[in-house]
């Protein structure tokens, strides 16, 4: 590829990195090992030769797959590479700055080294939130932090930074510029959405839904927050054992998660005190789904578990003998004799299984690995390996179609009969059935963006803006900046549309 050197080549070339140059690289590569982790998986053989210097910022490349429980899938090992390469690519005498940082993460104790999380949250700038002057002692108790501050004047663009990770494994990017705007870029003579609210959260977003008008997120600092969606006002807030990376699922009853470090959750959603929790044994991968009145969650070590959704009493486990990497569960299809359940491996297995018995009914290998749950919508099973979403048939697994992007395809999203995917710099609206594109429309983002579609509009994000088009014919309608760039796809009601951002902050737009 034209313009792109292994950062091996780099110093080889031009010699040690300058601090600004370094620090980007940096932060770059704890992104990706933070999220690469937070799934269970290790890269294993972190070096020079792996990471991409390109005209659109470092890409990391080169990951072995392997899983935290596979022999020497240690991600304390992850870090020290880090703090070896980063102290290489400095010169062996990298900045003041970065010093104490990589004297950590070379401590000869696994045990006292940071996690790839910690260091990523050093790296990562955040922009400064806007706060109103304080409101009257009667008010403050309701009022959210930043609740209706107006966006500040656009200001000079800080540092950006941009990530890719090659083979199929979770991406990202990061473009900071002041802390908010006052304008948006418009399409067919559109009005601009204006902001109702935003709000400062502890932590970046990593899952945003909304519910009957109330928002439920969750961010790397293990916080779980629901808030009225018009006001921003919290409504409660819990916290995690550890990160929760897939969406909860929202009941009547109760609001479920599953945390990376195993344990599942099941919360008031009134006041989000704790109903009962259970240990999966083991990393849980995925989001759990809903299987009549029991939760099913996968795991790293290859079992699939289902708990009482009432109680969180243990009611029966499958798996199978074969290491396959990790197993996430699918939401359920209805196929003639009864409920199936649909699994996705990190080595590449798609397969489909009776509940409770365990009896499998197909199974089929794609292209390793596979990092997300599979999504089944009527007759047919959507698959991501990759750069490919191929989609199988529900009752046999046979391959129906393919669609290949470019690294790495988003979760899909289907609505009626399209199906909506995003890769770099590009959206995707394909036939939910042949697989035939509709329509294409450039982002511009660095990165794949998760995707939305909201009351006939699918948004997506930019490097640093979010995109709004007409989900059937893709014409634009507008283009909001954003500070930095969304870790969740958005959510709303159709009046309002919230945002979740790596500058610890939710927006509200009046869509």
Same mark, same amino acid.
């Given at each position: 590829?034209? *313009?792109?050197?292994?950062?091996?080549?780099?110093?080889?070339?031009?010699?040690?990195?300058?601090?600004? @140059?370094?620090?980007?690289?940096?932060?770059?590569?704890?992104?990706?090992?933070?999220?690469?982790?937070?799934?269970?998986l290790?890269?294993?053989?972190?070096?020079?030769? #792996?990471?991409?210097?390109?005209?659109?910022? @470092?890409?990391?490349t080169?990951?072995?797959?392997?899983?935290?429980?596979?022999?020497g +899938?240690?991600?304390?090992?992850?870090v020290?590479a880090?703090g070896?390469?980063?102290?290489?690519? *400095?010169g062996?005498?990298?900045?003041?700055e970065?010093?104490?940082?990589?004297?950590? $993460?070379?401590?000869?104790?696994? +045990?006292?080294?940071?996690?790839?999380?910690?260091v990523?949250?050093?790296?990562?700038?955040? &922009?400064?939130?806007?706060?109103l002057?304080?409101?009257?002692?009667?008010?403050?108790?309701d009022?959210?932090?930043a609740a209706?501050?107006?966006d500040?004047?656009?200001?000079?663009?800080?540092?950006?930074?941009?990530?890719?990770?090659?083979? +199929?494994?979770?991406?990202?990017?990061?473009?900071?510029?002041?802390?908010?705007?006052?304008?948006?870029?418009?399409?067919?003579?559109?009005?601009? @959405?204006k902001?109702?609210?935003?709000?400062?959260?502890?932590?970046?977003?990593?899952?945003? #839904?909304?519910?009957?008008?109330?928002a439920? $997120?969750?961010?790397?600092?293990n916080?779980?927050?629901?808030?009225?969606?018009e006001?921003?006002?919290?409504?409660w807030?819990a916290r995690?054992?550890s990160?929760?990376w897939?969406?909860?699922?929202?009941?009547?009853?109760?609001?479920?998660?599953? $945390?990376?470090?195993?344990?599942?959750s099941?919360?008031?959603?009134?006041?989000?005190?704790?109903?009962?929790q259970?240990?999966?044994?083991? #990393?849980?991968?995925?989001?759990?789904?809903?299987?009549?009145?029991?939760l099913?969650v996968?795991?790293?070590?290859?079992?699939?578990?289902?708990?009482?959704?009432?109680?969180?009493?243990?009611?029966?486990?499958?798996?199978e003998?074969?290491?396959?990497?990790?197993v996430?569960p699918?939401?359920?299809?209805?196929?003639?004799?009864?409920?199936?359940?649909?699994?996705?491996?990190?080595?590449?297995?798609?397969?489909?299984?009776?509940?409770?018995? *365990?009896?499998?009914?197909?199974?089929?290998?794609?292209?390793?690995?596979?990092?997300?749950?599979?999504?089944?919508?009527?007759?047919?099973?959507?698959?991501?390996t990759g750069?490919?979403?191929?989609?199988?048939?529900?009752?046999?697994?046979?391959?129906v179609? /393919?669609?290949?992007?470019?690294?790495?395809?988003?979760?899909?999203?289907?609505?009626?009969?399209?199906?909506y995917?995003?890769?770099?710099?590009?959206?995707?609206?394909?036939d939910?059935?042949?697989?035939?594109?509709?329509?294409r429309?450039?982002?511009?983002?660095?990165? &794949?963006?998760?995707?939305?579609?909201?009351?006939?509009?699918?948004?997506?994000g930019?490097?640093?803006?979010?995109?709004?088009?007409?989900?059937a014919?893709?014409?634009? /309608?507008?283009?909001?900046?954003?500070?930095t760039?969304?870790?969740?796809?958005?959510?709303?009601?159709g009046?309002?549309?919230?945002?979740?951002?790596a +500058?610890?902050?939710?927006v509200?737009?009046?869509?």
């Amino acid at each position: 590829m034209p *313009g792109v050197r292994t950062l091996g080549e780099v110093l080889d070339h031009d010699g040690p990195l300058a601090d600004g @140059p370094l620090r980007e690289v940096a932060a770059g590569i704890a992104d990706a090992l933070a999220r690469v982790h937070a799934i269970g998986l290790v890269h294993g053989r972190l070096g020079p030769d #792996q990471v991409l210097i390109t005209p659109y910022g @470092p890409r990391v490349t080169g990951f072995a797959g392997r899983t935290d429980a596979d022999d020497g +899938g240690d991600p304390s090992e992850d870090v020290y590479a880090f703090g070896t390469l980063i102290t290489l690519a *400095g010169g062996g005498t990298p900045s003041a700055e970065l010093s104490p940082l990589l004297r950590r $993460c070379l401590d000869p104790d696994p +045990g006292q080294r940071p996690t790839a999380v910690d260091v990523d949250r050093v790296l990562t700038p955040r &922009p400064s939130i806007l706060v109103l002057p304080a409101a009257p002692a009667r008010e403050r108790a309701d009022m959210p932090q930043a609740a209706r501050a107006q966006d500040p004047p656009t200001g000079s663009r800080l540092t950006r930074r941009r990530l890719l990770i090659a083979g +199929g494994f979770a991406v990202t990017a990061a473009t900071v510029t002041s802390a908010g705007v006052a304008f948006a870029r418009l399409g067919e003579g559109r009005s601009q @959405p204006k902001t109702r609210w935003r709000r400062a959260v502890e932590g970046r977003v990593t899952t945003l #839904q909304v519910f009957d008008n109330v928002a439920y $997120c969750t961010t790397t600092e293990n916080v779980v927050m629901a808030l009225g969606t018009e006001t921003g006002v919290a409504l409660w807030t819990a916290r995690t054992e550890s990160m929760v990376w897939s969406e909860p699922v929202v009941s009547g009853t109760a609001v479920f998660l599953a $945390c990376v470090a195993g344990q599942l959750s099941a919360l008031d959603p009134g006041n989000g005190e704790r109903v009962w929790q259970q240990y999966a044994g083991d #990393q849980i991968l995925g989001a759990p789904v809903m299987l009549g009145s029991s939760l099913v969650v996968g795991t790293r070590d290859d079992r699939v578990l289902a708990f009482d959704i009432a109680q969180g009493a243990h009611r029966w486990e499958w798996s199978e003998s074969a290491q396959r990497g990790g197993v996430m569960p699918a939401v359920i299809g209805e196929n003639g004799g009864g409920d199936l359940v649909y699994l996705t491996h990190t080595d590449g297995t798609v397969s489909a299984i009776v509940p409770e018995r *365990g009896e499998p009914r197909w199974s089929i290998h794609l292209a390793a690995p596979i990092t997300r749950p599979p999504h089944v919508v009527r007759d047919l099973v959507y698959v991501v390996t990759g750069f490919t979403l191929v989609a199988l048939n529900i009752a046999t697994g046979e391959i129906v179609w /393919r669609f290949r992007g470019t690294p790495d395809l988003t979760a899909p999203v289907v609505v009626d009969d399209i199906i909506y995917t995003t890769d770099v710099g590009t959206l995707y609206a394909l036939d939910a059935r042949t697989g035939a594109e509709r329509w294409r429309r450039t982002t511009g983002a660095g990165v &794949p963006s998760p995707v939305a579609v909201v009351d006939g509009i699918a948004y997506a994000g930019g490097t640093d803006e979010l995109h709004a088009f007409d989900r059937a014919t893709g014409r634009r /309608r507008w283009t909001h900046p954003l500070s930095t760039y969304l870790t969740a796809a958005a959510a709303g009601t159709g009046e309002v549309l919230l945002l979740g951002t790596a +500058g610890s902050e939710l927006v509200a737009l009046e869509s």
